[in-house]
Each structure stands twice: as C-alpha cells, then as structure tokens.
C-alpha cells in the first residue's frame, strides 16, 4: 500500500485498470478454458465409448471360436491408433484372451470388482479405461432377444481400450496459450490507448497543481497551458481567470494593509504624543497646585489656633475644621495622582533592603487608627515573625492601602491582618467584615479612578485610585493581587510578594 502511494493520479488510474483488466481477462480464460475441456472430455470419452463398441463387436466371432491368434490380430489393429494405449480381450472367465499395447505401458487401470453387463469406463489423469461387454448375439439387444424367446444371449467375456489424453490435453495447451496471447496482446493494446485517454485528464490536473503549489509558497505570475478537448482548454483558461484576479484582490489587500498601518502608526504617535503632552500638563499643574494648597493648608490651620475661646467662634472653627479636612483630601489625590503618573512613566525604582513584616505592619496600623476608631472597628494582626528582601516604601503603600479601604469600607467590624511565608514569597491577607464587593466589579476595582458606587465617595471618601496605584506596586514587585468578597459580609485581599535578590 505503501508503494502505491508513491504513484501520481495517472500512475494509479492507469494501474488500477491495468489490474482490474488483467484479473478480468484472467477469470474469462479461465471460464472459457474449463468450459472447453470439460466439452473436450465429455465428446472426447463418448468418441471412445462408441469405439470400444466397435471394438467389442468385432472380436465377437473370435471369442466365441477361441481363436487367440486372430483375437491378438484385431486388438493389434485397434492398439495401432496413437491415442490407444492398451486394447485386451478377455473371456467371461476373466482370463486375458488377447492383448496389444504401446510397448513399455503398464496400465492398470484398477476397474476391481466391476460388473460388465453394461459399458463403462474409468478416468484417470492422464488416461480413460472404457470396457464394454461381448455378448454372442451382439450387437442385438434386449429387445431382439425378447424377439427370440425372451432368452438372454450369452456372455461371452469383455474389452478393455485403454485411450490416452494426451492429444486432448495437448490441444487445450494449445487453445490456452493462444487464447493467453491473444487476450495479453489486447491488454497491451488497451493499456496503451487508455494511458493516452487517462493523460488528457491526468495532465492538466498535474499542472494545475504545480500552479497552485506556486501560489501556496506566493510565487505570483503562474498560468496553465491546456490543449486538446474544448471542455479542458475553457477549464484551464478559467483556473487562470481565477488566480489573475487573486492576484489583483492580493495586491488591493496589501495595498490596504499597507495604508492602514500607516493610518494607525500616525494615529498611535498622535496618541503618544497627546498621552505625553497630558501627563506632562497633569504633573505639572499637580505640582503647581500643591504649593498653593500648603499655603492654603498652612492658613486655615493658623487662622483655626488663633480664633478667640468661646461658644461665639464655634460656627467659625467648625468650618475650618472641615475646610482643613477638605483641602487635606485635596492635597493627597494630587499625591495619589502624580504618584500615578510616575508609576506609568515607570519612573518610581524599588529599593531592595530586608523587611521585618511585623514592624512595618504597626506603623501602617498607627497610621490608620484615627479611621479605625472614626468607625469602630477592631484591628487583629496575626502574622508571623517573617522577613523579605523588598522596597520598604512599596510595600508600605501596599499595606496602608489595604488597611485604609478596610477601615473605610467596615463599620463596627472586625480586620484581621494575617501574613506568612510560602517558600521566598510573602503572602498577605487583609480581611474584613464590611459592605464586600459585588462580584462583577471584583477586577474593575483596579481600575483607576473606579468605584463601585461613585455615591460612596462621599460618604466615604476616597478617589478611586487607591486600589489602582496598589496593583501597580505589586506588579512593579513582580507580585499578584487578588479580592474575594460576599456582599454584606466582607472582603478579603490577598498580595503575593516575591522576596527580591539582594
Ligand atoms: P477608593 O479611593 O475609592 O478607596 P480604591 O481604588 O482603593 O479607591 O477602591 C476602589 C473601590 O473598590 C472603592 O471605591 C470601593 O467601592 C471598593 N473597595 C475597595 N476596598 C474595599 C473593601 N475592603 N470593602 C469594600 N469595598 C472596597
């Protein structure tokens, strides 16, 4: 099977004909041939049957007088025949009367215990044994007999004619070879004339392919050439219609794509340059504002100490009270907003010193713990006694950010702050029991300047940029982030940091 894959369309089509012819011709010549020999052998053997009889006939007189001499005389005469192998006679005792043969043939023909009121005859291989009766009044038969007196004539004995089939044998031999020759010369004869056919279809097909084989590796320009059939020569001149307009649809798609990507190049650079031109303008008028908001700040604080004691002046402490809270706010989203910028503008560098969690964890709890007992709640920290080789700041700000949200978002709740080491990464979880996070806003929460309900900024306050500025730390620490949180029962966050080589 193998190697009849190596073979092309024609090859195969042309085989496969072959075979098929071949086996067809092949069962044909067999049909014809055991039809002609069994034809041959039944005319054959009757031929001898009806010889035999002769034969019995004319020995008649001879066995009835016992004449040995003229009985070996007939039976010499029908041994003369070339097919005749063997012609005996023998008395009704069984005893041989008189033989003549080929010389050097001993056959026995093996007839044993047959009965010999009726002809007939054996058949070996290579030879027929035909014996027939001899009876007085032979050739006349039952009938004449009842004629007679209804006597039955009497036995006298039987031939034996031995007959060869070598003859027969030789002529179908003959019949077969010729009949071979014949069919083989017709095969050649067909073979020839289909392999001709076969490669008015095959050809233009072998062509095509190689066209095609052309277009796959995106040689351009390749055309077929069919002659012959008209039906072939407007196939090939429409497979040629066909790839010219490939190629043009080809060349108008390059051309496109070409046109396209220029379009977005200039597109991206106006869109870098606007990006730059934005952070830049951002970061400077963060900047610029935070020197006004200091003076601002430093006011209202000066103002707020030296206003006069007494119930007259609580009006006016209150409102620079909030002022001063206001304007604090103010002062850390621009924090949070340059720090935003520095961290797309890839301008923030990590420190790598070795952290005891424990320390760096209280100073983030002194930091929160007015908005703890703002909304009541209690703080557990669970960790244990691990160290890292990271930027301390980074992972402050990390911290203080989830601590913040957790104090901001839970309301006479519990925090617990739990860390540990797996391997050389630290992991940290800050869970709390506060107004959890709705599945679906689970990884908007990254995103900067997002909130789940932007109504919450007020009554908690915040910017929307706190979860977003942490992410960018933890990816800066080569770390992972990641929230679960049921709503109305709390969140939970989890930071992974690796400890960075010293
Ligand atoms: P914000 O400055 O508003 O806190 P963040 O980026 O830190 O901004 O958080 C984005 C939003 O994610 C918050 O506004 C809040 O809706 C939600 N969120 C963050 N942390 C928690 C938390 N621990 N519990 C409930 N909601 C939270």
């Known amino acids: ?6 073979f092309d369309l024609r090859q195969r089509y042309n085989l496969a004909l072959l075979m098929t012819l071949a086996i067809a011709s092949y069962l044909l010549i067999l049909c014809l041939y055991l039809a002609i020999k069994s034809y041959a052998n039944e005319y054959t053997s009757h031929y001898w049957q009806e010889h035999t009889g002769i034969f019995a006939d004319s020995i008649q007189y001879s066995v009835t007088m016992g004449a040995k001499a003229r009985s070996e005389a007939i039976a010499n005469n029908f041994a003369n025949d070339k097919n005749v192998l063997k012609a005996a006679i023998y008395t009704s005792q069984q005893n041989l009367l008189a033989t003549a043969g080929k010389a050097g043939k001993t056959i026995d023909c093996n ?3 047959q009965s010999f009121g009726q002809p007939f005859f054996i058949e070996a291989s290579d030879y027929w044994c035909f014996y027939e009766p001899v009876y007085q009044d032979s050739p ?26 070598a003859e027969m044998t030789g002529l179908l031999q003959q ?17 020839f004339v289909v392999r001709r056919f076969s490669g008015n279809f095959t050809e233009p097909m072998v062509e095509m392919v190689a066209v095609l084989k052309n277009v796959a590796q995106g040689i351009p320009g390749g055309r077929v050439s069919f002659t012959g059939a008209p ?31 220029f379009e977005l190049k200039t597109a991206l650079d106006r869109s870098e340059a606007a990006n730059d031109y934005k952070t830049h303008i951002i970061a400077t008028v963060s900047h610029e504002m935070k020197t006004p908001l200091h003076a601002i700040s ?8 030296n206003l006069p004691e007494g119930t007259d002046y609580d009006l006016s402490r209150d409102f620079h009270r909030r002022a001063m809270t206001r304007a604090g706010e103010l002062n850390e989203l621009i924090g949070n907003i340059l720090l935003h910028g520095k961290l797309n503008a890839n301008k923030v560098d990590v420190v790598p010193a070795s952290l005891t969690l424990q320390t760096l964890i209280n100073e983030c709890v002194d930091k929160i713990t007015p908005i703890l007992e703002r909304n009541r709640n209690s703080i557990k920290l669970l960790g244990q006694n691990v160290s890292i080789i990271s930027d301390a700041e980074v992972v402050k700000h990390i911290i203080n950010n989830l601590l913040s949200n957790a104090g901001k978002f839970t309301l006479a709740g519990d925090i617990k702050v739990n860390w540990w080491k797996e391997q050389s990464v630290l992991v940290l979880k800050v869970t709390d029991t506060g107004c959890g996070i709705p599945q679906q806003f689970h990884q908007k929460i990254f995103d900067s300047f997002w909130q789940v309900d932007m109504s919450m900024t007020r009554e908690y306050g915040g910017t929307g940029l706190g979860l977003a500025i942490t992410k960018q730390f933890v990816d800066l620490l080569d770390g992972e982030i990641s929230v679960s949180s049921t709503v109305g029962k709390g969140s939970v966050f989890t930071v992974r940091i690796p400890s960075q080589s010293s």
């Open 1 to 6: 099977m193998k190697r009849f894959s190596r």
């Open 111 to 113: 007839k044993g215990q």
């Open 140 to 165: 006349a038969g039952a009938f004449e007999q009842k004629l007679a007196g209804a006597q039955a004539s009497n036995y006298l004995g039987y031939v034996e004619l031995v007959v060869s089939k």
């Open 175 to 191: 019949i077969l070879t010729v009949s071979g020759l014949i069919v083989g010369l017709i095969l050649v004869v067909i073979y």
């Open 231 to 261: 039906d072939i020569v407007s196939m090939g001149d429409t497979f040629n219609e066909m790839l010219a307009r490939i190629e043009i649809n080809e060349q108008i798609l390059a051309q496109k794509i070409e046109d396209r990507t």
């Open 298 to 305: 430093a006011y209202l604080e000066l103002i707020h100490n």
